[in-house]
């Protein structure tokens, strides 16, 4: 069983930037695929980026690609989720994900077993 805890959301006007962390319990994070979604109002969840265990390849949605930064430290047990360059579009419940099937970067939903409770990110005009 792994408990994620997402932390760092809050108000921001646009262009800043903001620094999303996911702290997870469990020894054995750093082989957990790990990955980032997000849920805009009437909007289906979607996915941000992700990152896989072992070797920590990255991935990103493709709109997101250069304002968004995944990173983790498994000396802590932490997934981040720099986000930079932020519009109000980027308004959302971002949430924290985990599988244990860590070799590549799970890009869907339902590969994903353990979720976060979600943070809210707002991002004024």
């Known amino acids: 069983q792994v408990q994620l805890v997402e932390s760092g959301g809050g108000l921001v006007q646009a262009g800043g930037s903001l620094r999303l962390s996911c702290a997870a319990s469990g020894r054995t994070f750093s082989n957990y695929g790990m990955g980032w979604f997000r849920q805009a109002p009437g909007k289906e969840r979607e996915f941000v980026g992700g990152?896989?265990?072992?070797?920590?390849?990255?991935d990103y949605a493709h709109s997101l690609k250069g304002r968004f930064t995944i990173s983790r430290d498994n000396d802590k047990n932490t997934l981040y989720l720099q986000m930079n360059s932020l519009k109000p579009e980027d308004t959302a419940v971002y949430y924290c994900a985990a599988s244990p099937a860590g070799w590549r970067v799970l890009l869907r939903e339902d590969e994903y077993a353990y979720w976060g409770q979600g943070t809210q990110v707002t991002v004024s005009s």
């Open positions: 990152t896989s265990g072992w070797l920590c390849n990255t």
